[in-house]
């Protein structure tokens, strides 16, 4: 009897086809038993390479489910199993709730919130402080921005010194960063083992030749709110931070490592939502028999879904000092954090929460909605007013595509291009500067 005709094409079988075949034949393959004992990658493919990317299903393990590596899923067994030296090779993912406790501001706040500040540079919209094409255009709101956040006004955190511990004790394998702001390299950690995703402050050059430009005359014009030109006269282009603005490509050096993850013995992520690709894809390229441990004010991504997932859920400093305790390092980790203490740094101030009445608390929502719809309605006729001039210079009908395309993600995890989150979703300018989303209180991340 000849076998039915598939409704669609086939290609030749070999063993990578058998069970796509035996599924369709209604004949399921058989797994021998040390198969079935094994836990699985489905990320992984014949040579170990990663092969699925972007984030996994983020449904949580059952809690019945034993572990492979670790004794359990708690902060004192994933210390055991760094104590036991199974730990040699870590890799760290950072986002923006491990800065949040230097009081870098965020971009939210009325008043006092970066967005009041720029909103009197007259921006069609926030997100334009990072577009290339109206930077070209006026440089001079990046550059306000800038002076604000430049490196050495802010502290490291006690989380960035625990990822220079990491390194000093020769467990730090890199250290892959969402934030522009360079703590982690205020903290001591080693240029060479950081991968600024999207860039960051350390350098800067040319927009036109990429020619570099000296770190001492860059931090001049960034006090002075000036503009720097190229060094070359003959170009005089703009120069900018290696900051990856919309559209452009996030450093080679992102792509080049991610095979680190593949080789990692234990990932740390910490303060971050995994919510912006390809950054978001970076856990689900270990392997599965390694242990991940979040620490985050929310379970992201697929954390939590593997049989060796270990979650701290609370702000990253708190975690940390928490992981740091299980291992006896409590006193390495804040003698390392107390010579990151210099002059002229930002102290954030601690307020002590007043207890208001009903009445006060209604008064405070009305007050915020009120605001927020004012900014709504300068927003939308500031973007007009940019919208028409830009048209008024171009032929008529004709418009750029990037200034009409609304900014919106990308499931493509291989994107080699920073994908900006959707304006409707809150995301403001967190795909560059994450700390700027309107951090969750505590160190969770909007990024």
């Not at 500040?117 to 094409?133: C, D, G, I, K, T």
């Not at 730090?172 to 934030?179: A, I």
């Amino acid at each position: 009897m000849s076998k039915a005709r598939l409704p669609f094409p086939v290609a030749p079988i070999g063993r990578k086809r058998q069970e796509y075949r035996a599924t369709h034949e209604g004949k399921p393959r058989r797994k021998d038993k040390a198969e079935k004992n094994r836990p699985k990658n489905r990320n992984r493919g014949q040579a170990g390479r990663v092969r699925k990317m972007g984030n996994e299903e983020s449904t949580v393990v059952d809690p019945s489910t034993r572990p492979f590596a670790l004794s359990a899923r708690t902060t004192e067994a994933l210390a055991k199993y760094i104590e036991a030296g199974k730990a040699k090779k870590i890799v760290v993912l950072t986002g923006a709730g491990i800065s949040t406790s230097a009081g870098i501001p965020d971009f939210r706040s009325p008043e006092t919130g970066l967005y009041a500040n720029l909103e009197r540079l007259n921006l069609p919209h926030p997100e334009a402080v990072f577009e290339l094409s109206f930077f070209r255009e006026n440089p001079l709101p990046f550059y306000t921005l800038a002076q604000e956040l430049y490196p050495g006004k802010y502290r490291p955190t006690i989380t960035h010194s625990f990822i220079n511990l990491l390194h000093q004790k020769g467990l730090l394998l890199k250290v892959f960063s969402q934030n522009i702001d360079c703590l982690e390299r205020e903290a001591g950690v080693p240029g060479d083992k950081i991968i600024e995703a999207h860039g960051s402050f350390a350098d800067q050059a040319c927009i036109d030749c990429k020619k570099s430009y000296p770190k001492d005359q860059m931090l001049a014009h960034i006090e002075n709110k000036t503009v720097p030109r190229c060094v070359d006269s003959s170009c005089n282009g703009l120069v900018k931070p290696k900051i990856v603005f919309f559209g452009e490509q996030l450093p080679s050096e992102f792509f080049d490592n991610r095979h680190l993850l593949d080789e990692a013995d234990l990932c740390i992520v910490l303060g971050t939502s995994l919510s912006v690709h390809p950054f978001a894809s970076l856990p689900g390229f270990v392997n599965e028999s390694v242990p991940r441990l979040l620490i985050n004010m929310e379970q992201v991504g697929n954390l939590g879904s593997r049989p060796d997932d270990v979650l701290i859920l609370k702000d990253c400093d708190a975690g940390i000092k928490e992981l740091a305790s299980a291992l006896g390092w409590s006193d390495e980790l804040e003698s390392l954090w107390a010579g990151t203490k210099k002059e002229g740094q930002f102290i954030p101030e601690t307020k002590e929460e007043v207890k208001k009445s009903r009445d006060e608390q209604l008064q405070d929502e009305v007050d915020k909605l009120t605001k927020d719809i004012d900014k709504t309605l300068k927003l939308g006729e500031h973007q007009q007013k940019w919208l028409d001039n830009h048209m008024g210079r171009k032929i008529p009908g004709e418009v750029r595509k990037e200034e009409t395309e609304e900014l919106r993600p990308t499931n493509d995890a291989d994107s080699r291009t920073l994908a900006p989150v959707k304006k409707d979703e809150g995301g403001g300018l967190g795909h560059i500067f994450p700390f700027l989303g309107g951090e969750k209180k505590g160190g969770g991340s909007n990024l």
